[in-house]
């Protein structure tokens, strides 16, 4: 059975009016209990990450710096993202999932997980919050896959329709841990041309496919499935994790990229694909935006969905 962290602590990242906000995950979670699709689920406890593990990809001192604006009361700690009194908890909750996550399947108690969480974090640089990041979630546990977990290689696949520029800069030079990230383009942040490839030993290792707005969704599935498979015959990954936004969709207020609800069960078919061929199905995937909150929870489902298919065929052929 899948693994499913979420957890109400995740509501107390309070950000008012924004959208990035309670309702979506509260949204999500209605519709995986009216689908029955959480009862397919193991719901494994887990603890937030320590300031040492967050280390492993924050500059030492960042996570203070957010404590610190967080008990002062919060407000907006860059342009565009928000942080309340339980903002730090809430954010080394999340980062923590996605490490207990990737421990768990590496040890081979399962072998996909999803974590609903909030904050996203594929925006979060090393020492500066972002695009209503706070902790790059997906970073520190692919990071933790290869410092602590010893695994070789590990590939980030973003589908979020930003760029997640955060991540990238934390892998920029480190050959173990690829990122692919498929997005709309020229959009926020302004990151993901494709010429940036990584530098050093870890030339190669980045894959950008900017997509512009009016791509036909075959197209943008076509270019995914190709990109895709590039990067991960490149990689030869131990574990896939997903930086999965669902904001591509074609009706969400912040991003849209013309896709429905099914693209996203196409774009989670053809990542487990590409983990049973290299990873032995291993897959850990992260919530970062969709902010049109039914269709979030449709597509949070539809994602889910495929999952659990997939780990049952798999299982059934054991
Ligand atoms: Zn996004």
Same mark, same amino acid.
């Given at each position: 059975?899948?693994?499913?962290?979420?957890?109400?602590?995740?509501?107390?990242?309070?950000?008012?009016?924004?959208?990035?906000?309670?309702?979506?995950?509260?949204?999500?979670?209605?519709?995986?209990?009216?689908?029955?699709?959480?009862?397919?689920?193991?719901?494994?406890?887990?603890?937030?990450?320590?300031?040492?593990?967050?280390?492993?990809?924050?500059?030492?001192?960042?996570?203070?710096?957010?404590?610190?604006?967080?008990?002062?009361?919060?407000?907006?700690?860059?342009?565009?993202?928000?942080?309340?009194?339980?903002?730090?908890?809430?954010?080394?909750?999340?980062?923590?999932?996605?490490?207990?996550?990737?421990?768990?399947?590496?040890?081979?108690?399962?072998?996909?997980?999803?974590?609903?969480?909030?904050?996203?974090?594929?925006?979060?640089?090393?020492?500066?919050?972002?695009?209503?990041?706070?902790?790059?979630?997906?970073?520190?546990?692919?990071?933790?896959?290869?410092?602590?977990?010893?695994?070789?290689?590990?590939?980030?696949?973003?589908?979020?329709?930003?760029?997640?520029?955060?991540?990238?800069?934390?892998?920029?030079? &480190?050959?173990?841990?690829?990122?692919?990230?498929?997005?709309?383009?020229?959009?926020?942040?302004?990151?993901?041309?494709? &010429?940036?490839?990584?530098?050093?030993?870890?030339?190669?290792?980045?894959?950008?496919?900017?997509?512009?707005?009016?791509?036909?969704?075959?197209?943008?599935?076509?270019?995914?499935?190709?990109?895709?498979?590039?990067?991960?015959?490149?990689?030869?990954?131990?574990?896939?994790?997903?930086?999965?936004?669902?904001?591509?969709?074609? &009706?969400?207020?912040?991003?849209?990229?013309?896709?429905?609800?099914?693209?996203?069960?196409?774009?989670?078919?053809?990542?487990?694909?590409?983990?049973?061929?290299?990873?032995?199905?291993?897959?850990?995937?992260?919530?970062?935006?969709?902010?049109?909150?039914?269709?979030?929870?449709?597509?949070?489902?539809?994602?889910?969905?495929?999952?659990?298919?997939?780990?049952?065929?798999?299982?059934?052929?054991?």
């Amino acid at each position: 059975m899948t693994l499913l962290y979420y957890d109400p602590t995740f509501l107390e990242h309070e950000t008012g009016k924004h959208p990035e906000r309670p309702e979506r995950l509260v949204q999500v979670v209605r519709q995986l209990e009216r689908t029955g699709l959480d009862a397919q689920c193991v719901r494994p406890a887990w603890e937030a990450a320590s300031v040492e593990q967050l280390s492993c990809v924050h500059e030492p001192g960042y996570a203070a710096e957010v404590e610190a604006f967080a008990r002062h009361g919060g407000g907006r700690i860059e342009e565009d993202t928000l942080c309340s009194p339980r903002s730090y908890e809430v954010a080394r909750l999340a980062a923590g999932a996605v490490c207990d996550a990737v421990r768990r399947v590496v040890r081979g108690d399962d072998t996909q997980a999803l974590c609903l969480v909030r904050p996203p974090g594929h925006h979060a640089l090393r020492s500066a919050a972002m695009g209503f990041c706070l902790f790059n979630n997906v970073a520190v546990a692919a990071r933790t896959a290869v410092a602590q977990l010893g695994l070789d290689r590990v590939l980030i696949v973003d589908f979020d329709v930003h760029h997640g520029n955060g991540t990238q800069a934390i892998f920029w030079d &480190d050959p173990q841990v690829g990122f692919f990230s498929i997005h709309r383009w020229p959009f926020y942040p302004g990151t993901g041309d494709s &010429d940036e490839t990584g530098t050093g030993a870890a030339l190669g290792t980045t894959l950008n496919l900017p997509v512009e707005f009016g791509t036909a969704r075959a197209d943008y599935l076509a270019q995914f499935q190709g990109g895709l498979e590039r990067i991960a015959a490149k990689m030869r990954p131990d574990l896939i994790l997903i930086s999965a936004g669902f904001d591509a969709h074609r &009706d969400d207020p912040v991003g849209s990229l013309g896709l429905e609800i099914e693209d996203f069960a196409a774009l989670t078919n053809l990542v487990l694909d590409v983990a049973d061929v290299h990873s032995g199905g291993r897959v850990v995937s992260a919530l970062e935006g969709g902010y049109n909150t039914g269709i979030l929870a449709g597509s949070v489902a539809a994602h889910l969905g495929e999952m659990l298919v997939r780990n049952r065929r798999s299982r059934a052929a054991v």
